[in-house]
């Protein structure tokens, strides 16, 4: 049992027009995913087009915020971290961090809640994902 | 239209340097330039089609052509699929040569990350803004080494397979790299060597992870008549398949690469299967790269890939499957962070029965090189190619 004693400070992400929504909306807590109007198929991370079906428009819509682990490594960096995929309630699958864990004891299914971290320069909030 | 048996690798050549302190990455392209045609018995006025990817300096293909002094081209093409970009070019040139756009195709590789001192595996890269997934991967430390642990941690989870069984891929890896007077780690590993080595991105530890080599590679493709004329041993290309597999917008599946896809393309076009090829140059950035590879190539089932590899069914005269008889990108040689090239260097090789004796698999006439480039566990370019000695 090892606890991640130092935390890892994200590089903030650069938005670009269409995305400008998405990390506004992190500011407010929220995590975005796309969602065909038509189909109500969802997906991420969230674009303007829909990646699936050429009919209908996207619209963003927040995510519940609850998950399971996909699949995660740990990476024994000199600030050690937990990178991963984590299954939105939604459905999507999304690239992620785990935070606030106990790095040795994570397991794949597990169930983890939505939080957010502050990111280098003006603290962006960077979705990410801790124990349920 | 197929283009099995319309074109031939008539020249193959790797870089024998491992360190090129001394030499600039154009110059390195020239070099392994005029060794491929060479042991073609061509000349830099017989090419008249160029290929290149994105370790390439300058602007596509215009730089090297420039540089290298190439000035009878009438067909080029710089397709940038990461490491599995010289297969595909080999099946480009191919269709190019088939279509009768060029009649003599030269590709290069070439790089110095190792001299550069480039974490090629664990540090990640910020990439440019515009490339649409960088926002959402950057922040959180997304690196080639972690993204490829995503895709072994997931097989484990499904399938059960353990680090012990990807370690033997290593093993292998190691059994041929002792004949190699160039491969970078010459020394025979063990199982228990490589899962005590340390941890870089669990499950990977550090022996599970290829070398970073400077160097480089070329081959020459010409049409079949030509081929012919020339003194080496005829080397067709008889299948060839590309893919490119993603994140499909959040549906995505650590389980399988695109090589279900271009394997299955490859061995139709061939007219073969599986069970026919002899000797196989598979993509090897990780131990974890060639498991899954191998099960969507179809040599075993999916899930299986742990129980094929283990107990040394990879090593050239004890296993079924002879794989990197060079010691691949694993033990030998991973020029430029890309090691397509080399893939198909070494099948040429077994192909034509110039591989080390002691790795040189018997009556090898038919073999398979796969190539992946990018990243398994985001997008990657996959690319198959099924060759023939004549």
């Known amino acids: ?132 | 239209m197929s283009i099995r048996g319309k074109a031939c690798i008539v020249g193959a050549y790797e870089h024998p340097t491992r360190k090129a302190e001394d030499k600039s990455t154009a110059q390195l392209h020239a070099e392994v330039a005029l060794g491929a045609l060479r042991d073609a018995g061509l000349t830099r006025a017989d090419v008249d089609g160029y290929f290149c990817a994105g370790d390439a300096p300058g602007m596509g293909p215009l730089s090297m052509v420039d540089y290298i002094g190439l000035d009878r081209l009438r067909h080029v093409d710089s397709t940038d699929v990461g490491g599995s970009s010289y297969l595909l070019h080999v099946a480009h040139a191919a269709e190019a040569i088939a279509l009768g756009k060029c009649n003599i195709a030269l590709i290069t590789l070439a790089g110095r990350p190792r001299s550069e001192g480039v974490a090629t595996g664990t540090a990640p890269r910020s990439g440019s803004p515009a490339q649409p997934d960088v926002q959402f991967e950057y922040p959180y430390g997304a690196a080639v080494a972690n993204m490829y642990a995503m895709c072994a941690k997931r097989h484990m989870h499904e399938f059960g397979t353990t680090s012990e069984q990807l370690a033997w891929i290593k093993v292998a890896a190691s059994h041929h790299a002792q004949h190699n007077e160039h491969a970078m780690l010459r020394k025979v590993v063990t199982v228990d060597e490589v899962v005590n080595s340390p941890l870089v991105a669990d499950p990977l530890h550090r022996l599970d992870c290829c070398v970073i080599s400077d160097g480089g590679g070329a081959l020459v493709v010409a049409r079949p008549e030509i081929a012919r004329r020339l003194k080496r041993p005829v080397v067709t290309v008889r299948g060839a398949g590309e893919a490119v597999k993603h994140q499909m917008g959040g549906q995505l599946d650590l389980t399988y690469t695109g090589a279900r896809f271009s394997g299955a393309r490859a061995f139709e076009e061939a007219g073969v299967r599986p069970a026919d090829i002899k000797y196989a140059s598979i993509y090897d950035s990780f131990t974890i790269t060639v498991l899954l590879q191998l099960e969507d190539l179809g040599f075993c089932e999916k899930g299986q890939g742990g129980r094929f590899v283990q107990d040394g069914n990879l090593i050239s005269g004890t296993g079924k499957l002879p794989f990197n008889t060079d010691g691949g990108g694993l033990c030998n040689n991973h020029p430029a962070n890309r090691g397509g090239i080399t893939k198909v260097i070494e099948a040429v090789r077994q192909l034509r029965g110039e591989a080390h004796p002691a790795v040189q698999v018997k009556n090898c006439d038919l073999a398979l090189a796969h190539g992946t480039g990018g990243s398994l566990g985001t997008r990657h370019g996959s690319a198959t190619l099924v060759l023939e000695r004549e």
């Open chain 1, 1 to 132: 049992m090892s606890e991640q004693l130092q935390k890892r400070v994200p590089p903030s992400p650069t938005p670009d027009p269409s995305t400008r929504g998405f990390w506004a909306a992190a500011r407010e807590g929220k995590l975005l995913i796309g969602r065909n109007t038509k189909t109500g198929k969802t997906h991420y991370p969230p674009r303007p087009i829909c990646p699936f079906d050429d009919e209908g428009t996207v619209e963003y819509v927040p995510a519940s915020g609850a998950g399971t682990i996909y699949t995660y490594s740990v990476m024994r960096a000199k600030i050690p971290y937990v990178i991963a995929y984590v299954e939105l309630a939604e459905g999507p699958r999304i690239m992620t961090n785990i935070v606030d864990c106990d790095i040795e004891a994570l397991q794949v299914g597990q169930a983890v809640r939505l939080t957010f971290v502050p990111s280098e320069g003006d603290g962006q909030p960077i979705p990410m994902f801790t124990p349920a």
